[in-house]
């Protein structure tokens, strides 16, 4: 389809037909987004410096390092590939998040092919029965913490855009589609240790 199904701040994603006749998501990067979050992330690095010029208790230099990778690495859809696999692997068996299948034989490093999953906006559930709400906040919760606490794997861009509800008339708010890998971060034992003591003590 040449109209795109939904746009981000690096790409947009158009819905199409494989030769099998499956639906896919093709997530096609922008021209020229490698050059464009370089000069983005000078300007933050420009920015990051006068506020530690004003304020020089807090030291900006690690969190903008840190932004720096993270964008850097949404730039490779092959890596994202691979984080989507992942996710399949660390939430097989978790009936309400749904995973998209990766086509790597159609995609490269600025276009991911994906299966496409069906389902509706998140926000359109904000009026849904108490009992579907609680339903799809169960799937938020188990989409988080269950990566997190048992491998130590943090998606890191939890906006609207990234989740679809899917389900039925019957029983709709089933669970959540999570659709977007690009930021990733994995953590040691010890980080996730130590975020676990702090649940428990709160």
Known sequence: DLKPSAAA????????IGHDGATLACKLQYPDMK???????????????????FNPVIDTREAAKEIGARVREELDYRREA??????????????????????????????LTMDWLDGDKLLSFKTA???????????????????????????????LGNYTVFGSKATPGEGINLLDYGCIRIFPPKFVGGVVDLYEGL
């Open 9 to 16: 701040s690096l790409g947009q994603v158009h819905r199409a």
């Open 82 to 111: 691979k984080h989507a696999a992942l996710y399949r692997y660390m939430l097989d068996g978790v009936d309400e998040v749904r995973v998209p299948g990766v086509h790597p034989e159609l995609s490269t490093e600025r276009l």
């Open 35 to 53: 050059s464009a979050v370089e000069a983005d992330l000078k300007q933050l690095d420009v920015l990051m410096a006068i506020h530690r010029r």
């Open 129 to 159: 029965p108490q009992e579907v709400r609680d339903r799809i906040g169960v799937a938020m919760f188990k989409a988080w913490w269950l990566p997190f606490s048992r491998f130590g794997v943090i998606h890191g861009d939890p906006h």
